[in-house]
């Protein structure tokens, strides 16, 4: 019968050997690569090499093209690597193809979030959340890749199928745990509800940002709580909600998942109860990570997140977090790439940001505690501001 489709077990132990893949195109950027190391590192997996290909699209049938493929292939074989991992939700014609081809473990960028997230998940709540995400990336994807487990090969992620008969079988069984997991999210989400119905007049924050720009640590500088903080990628999966006062005044402040670049639409689906602390707010703190040289991609991202879960419209205040970790990089006069952000002092990026955007802003750093005081005086502000606004 069809097991849990958990792809891999995250187990630090063990000595997986990976070569990444990235098709660039004009939405991608080599770069990416770093992103997708992290997400291996937090698995458990070596990055050895990466494998990358300028095309306008990948190729439907194989990602790679044909001559890009067959240097991947003498890669591994000569290297014996153990898994080929790819920047990219890979499309099930896709994965048979490159099973064929390669002959090893093939995991794509969704698989691996998937993956992750089972591994962090701890409570019953966060599980069935994953569980019901992994079964909706398994259904497409049982022809040719999943069977009812009776033969494995490479790290569990390629399967033969036993034929149409068990496929058929297996697909109506995929189908009923889907029924069920939802049936019992739907519960849930009922009682979670009925839950934030009951907190009275409170006004409510919600922290957002990308996955590991320091969220939970800011939370419990500010609620003095001890939220579970790590940096790894995807360390909060649960909703937490804290009471938090400010000069006698209290509010709610809430910490939920962090988002990430192509973040899989499933997690999306299956997450909506926790994602419904963002929708409900009243005011949303997005936190940015300053030091990170992508820091400007990562506040596209979460904006977009936020806009495509319906919060778009939401009164916004930005957290610019880890000033202690930002590194400046004198900028070459004659180099003929741009300018980025790492090559302006902090000095000159907090004039330029609090310029740039048109809602509150704050450079601050939670593990430090850099203007702290002055980022709790803020939203202090806030609160009072849009109560009074309620209650006029």
Known sequence: MIQKPTIRQIDNSLSIRAVLVLVVTTQTDERDLDELQFLAET???TADKRFTQKMDHPNPKTYLGSGRLQELKNYIIAEEIDTVIFDDEL??????????????????????ILNIFAYRAKTAYAKT???????????????????HLERQRGGGVTMRGPGETQIETDRRIVLTK????????KEIDRQMASQRGNRGGMVRISLVGYTNVG???LMNVLAKSNVFAENKLFATLDTTVRKVVINNTPFLLSDTVGFIRKLPTQLLE???????????ADIIMHVVDISHPNFEDQMRVVQQTVHEIGAGEKPVFIVFNKIDA?????????????????????????????????TP?????????????????????MVMEFDYICKK
């Open 326 to 358: 930002y590194t400046y990089t004198e900028f070459d006069p004659y180099s003929i790439e741009d300018k980025s952000p790492q090559n302006y002092t902090l000095e000159e990026l907090t004039k330029t940001w609090m310029a740039k955007v048109h």
């Open 43 to 45: 698995a458990g997996i």
């Open 178 to 185: 889907i029924a069920r997991l939802k049936k019992d999210l």
């Open 270 to 280: 299956s997450f909506k109860s926790t994602l419904d602390e963002v929708r409900e």
């Open 129 to 147: 959340q994953v569980e019901l995400a992994q079964y909706q990336y398994l259904l497409p994807r049982l022809t040719g890749m999943w069977t």
């Open 215 to 217: 969220k939970s640590t």
């Open 361 to 381: 802003a704050i450079f601050v750093s939670a593990k430090q505690k850099t203007n702290i005081d002055k980022l709790r005086n803020d939203l202090h502000k």
């Open 91 to 112: 499309t099930p014609s896709q994965l048979r193809n490159l099973s064929k081809v390669l002959l090893c473990t093939i995991i794509d960028r969704t698989t691996l």
